[in-house]
């Protein structure tokens, strides 16, 4: 399967698109790079996903200790539902940061990007 995009992402890009007052053709190049992939939307069993990879980040999950020598964290919660869509999908998620990088144990597959 080629890569998916979750809501999430879409929006970053919109939002970041409009703060950084792009013109018409750098819109129109995004929209078109947008449509190459299918857009993920919300579907219920994201929420459950959402709210344990949470609970997890920040060491409130019953069971379920994170890994040695990381402490609790706050996620952003748009890379809650990014991490939420690619386990709903059963899919790796390609990222060019660390802020997964304390979700495999709860089965999130990651890829790291170069930048």
């Known amino acids: 399967m080629r890569g998916v995009l979750p809501f999430a992402v879409v929006g ?28 993920v939307g919300f579907v219920p069993e994201l929420a459950g996903l959402y709210a344990r990879l949470d609970a997890y980040s920040q060491g409130k999950l019953r069971g379920q ?21 690619a386990l709903y999908l059963d899919l790796p998620l390609h990222t060019t940061d660390n802020d997964f990088d ?11 990007e170069p930048i």
């Open 65 to 85: 200790q994170l890994p040695t020598g990381m402490s609790a964290r706050n996620m952003g919660k748009n890379d809650l539902w990014i991490a939420a869509t």
């Open 12 to 39: 970053e890009l919109e939002s970041f698109a409009l703060k950084a007052d792009w013109g018409y053709q750098k819109v129109a190049f995004l929209r078109q790079l947008l449509e190459r992939h299918p857009l």
């Open 102 to 112: 304390h979700l495999p144990p709860l089965g999130l597959r990651l890829v790291k």
